[in-house]
């Protein structure tokens, strides 16, 4: 017997169809439907019919709960009976968050054939690299061929274009039997503009943001629609095995009530966890800098285990590379010594002037309390490259010497470092910005959106930007494997190498606590000097050979990206190099 159900408070009749059979729901408590059939399970094909409020019948619409659309989003939805599927990871036990590295993936780009079986025969080379988790871009179902993610409109499906359900569930497996925890990318503060059904059943929507339609969260009927968020997150973590989510713009989360819907998920996602006997992770997209999202709720905070942190990045970005357009303006200003600040405190802006919105921005994080392995931190991201004009790379920036030191900043760091695919070996593919809607109208619409967008955040409206639509976008963002054999490539992807296991060996380096980390800096020279414990990070940013005094004697050189010397307590580091040691304390 298999139920089907949907919530639909507001109409008078609802069917369900299965093949050319339509058959009439009965009503249940709380606005939903229901009917028990028999003879109906995995692999059924159904849709919904809804009343239209006009005395007649709509068209079928997909299940706003369905698992699976092998047909599309507009299509008709399939019964997915998850205890189907054959799982071997049942002495997987989990990654927590601190002390592990992420590595951030977008399935359809990672390899040339774009699916989850295909990626995962490239799991060893993250498991010899030394991640802990991959994060993976959404993967639910969106309209097209091709897309980030972000335009998702069926939350519980996972896209036909890697796979389908099963074929996410065997990568999940593959991943754990590597050793490796999976991180699930999910949108909760809008859906995509095409096939978005779920204002055809009951009052999800209220208003839009830039990105499109948002949820009713704290309005009438919102009960069930912030049900629809929590089960949704709930699903993957247990349905799927994945061990977190990452949460795509909080911030556009509009919910006044007393417990944030945030809040709320972490409740239950604790819950889950004592059950499934993992960690289970909740990560944030957060542009507020507010230091309650990843607060424990036990002190006021919302009980989110780590968030994403820009004020780093943009430090990094502008100290490497120069960079000062739009929001980069303040972190440009504040040069070495902002970036000494993050180092040490995670947010530049802790209720101070932000020159790019315009009005005073954030609030100190309390260093006593929160430690700094909730701040996931990087270089790159699938944001701070596609969302370049030409989705260039840092590579195509700097020097294999300053890529390398921007690692050894994050890797030697109190945060959780996070990679974006190909940066171990300095990939030169773009990561372009490509999504190709089947509706010409929309594909104009996307064009037309990202000179918009360029042009409030400061760049260039009239630079070329790659057509979102053309297939060459989206193959030119592929990664080129053959790339990590050649060099400077091969030296790059052995120094992030070495960089992780110096990590993993030494407790200082993965000490999260931010009250340890203290940075000296020579604003002229352009050098900084981490220092972490008995441990000592010297980057020499600029052009020529530095020598610095340390203040204590050298004991012993760990790692080097060039050839260094040292005596007693000095050191020369080469230009653009970095050196990590030891020294007596």
């Not at 003879?39 to 809804?50: C, K, L, P, R, S």
Request: hydrophobic fraction near 40%; charge should be negative; include cysteine.
């Amino acid at each position: 017997m298999t139920e089907f159900a949907v919530w639909a408070p507001d109409r008078s009749r609802v069917s369900v169809v299965i093949g050319d059979e339509q058959i009439a729901m009965a009503p249940a408590p709380g606005g939903w439907w229901r009917v028990d059939l028999p003879d109906h399970g995995h692999g059924t094909d159904y849709a919904f019919v809804v009343d239209d409020g006009a005395g007649g019948w709509s068209q079928p619409l997909p299940d706003p709960r369905s698992a699976w659309q092998p047909a599309g989003v507009h299509g008709r939805s399939r019964v997915v009976e998850h205890d189907t599927f054959w799982w071997t990871d049942d002495r997987w036990t989990g990654r927590a968050l601190a002390g592990s590295v992420l590595y951030e993936c977008h399935i359809g780009t990672f390899t040339d054939d774009g699916t989850f079986d295909s990626a995962i025969s490239r799991l060893d080379h993250l498991v010899s690299l030394g991640i802990d988790l991959v994060e993976v871009l959404p993967v639910n179902a969106v309209d097209g061929p091709v897309n980030w993610g972000y335009d998702g409109v069926g939350w519980y499906a996972v896209t036909e274009n890697y796979g389908g359900p099963d074929a996410f569930k065997r990568f999940v497996d593959a991943c754990h039997a590597r050793g490796l925890g999976v991180v699930l990318d999910v949108v909760y503060n809008h859906l995509g503009p095409s096939g978005a059904y779920l204002d055809r059943f009951g009052p999800y929507f209220a208003g839009s943001n830039i990105w499109g339609p948002s949820l009713n969260l704290d309005g009438p009927g919102s009960d069930e629609v912030r049900r629809y968020v929590i089960d949704n997150a709930l699903m993957w973590l247990r349905d799927f095995h994945v061990d977190g989510l990452r949460i795509d713009a909080v911030h556009a989360l509009r919910d006044t009530r007393a417990q944030h819907v945030l809040e709320q998920l972490a409740v239950e996602v604790t819950a889950l966890e004592a059950h499934v006997g993992r960690p289970l992770s909740l990560i944030a997209e957060s542009d507020l800098n507010d230091p309650r999202m990843i607060t424990a709720r036990e002190g006021g905070g919302y009980g989110l285990h780590a968030q994403w942190a820009d004020d780093v990045h943009h430090s990094l970005h502008c100290v490497l590379t120069g960079d000062r357009q739009g929001y980069y303006g303040d972190f440009a200003d504040a040069g070495l010594d902002g970036l000494a600040h993050v180092l040490a405190r995670g947010f530049l802006h802790e209720g101070t002037w932000s020159s790019f919105r315009g009005r005073s921005h954030g609030a100190p994080i309390d260093t006593a309390r929160v430690p700094g392995s909730r701040l996931v931190t990087y270089l790159q991201n699938h944001d701070q490259i596609g969302n370049r004009a030409a989705g260039d790379r840092l590579t195509h920036t700097l020097s294999p010497g300053l890529l390398a030191c921007g690692a050894a900043l994050l890797f030697t760091s109190a945060f959780t470092p996070m990679l974006f695919m190909g940066e171990e070996w300095g990939a030169r593919t773009p990561w372009q910005f490509f999504s190709r809607f089947p509706d010409p109208g929309l594909q104009q619409a996307v064009r037309d959106g990202r000179r918009r967008e360029f042009a409030e955040h400061g760049w260039d409206a009239a630079a070329e930007v790659p057509d979102p639509n053309a297939e060459s976008t989206f193959t030119d963002s592929k990664l080129d494997w053959s790339e990590p054999e050649q060099e400077p490539h091969a030296t790059l992807l052995r120094m992030h190498r070495e960089l992780i296991a110096l990590r993993k060996t030494w407790p200082e380096l993965s000490d999260p606590w931010l009250d340890s980390v203290g940075v000296d800096v020579h604003a002229q020279a352009r050098t900084l000097v981490v220092n972490r414990g008995a441990m000592r990070v010297v980057v020499n940013l600029g052009p020529e050979p530095v020598t610095l005094s340390l203040g204590a004697t050298i004991t012993r050189i760990l790692l080097a990206s060039e050839p260094t010397r040292s005596e007693n307590d000095s050191f020369t580091v080469p230009a653009e190099a970095f050196a990590i040691c030891r020294v007596t304390v």
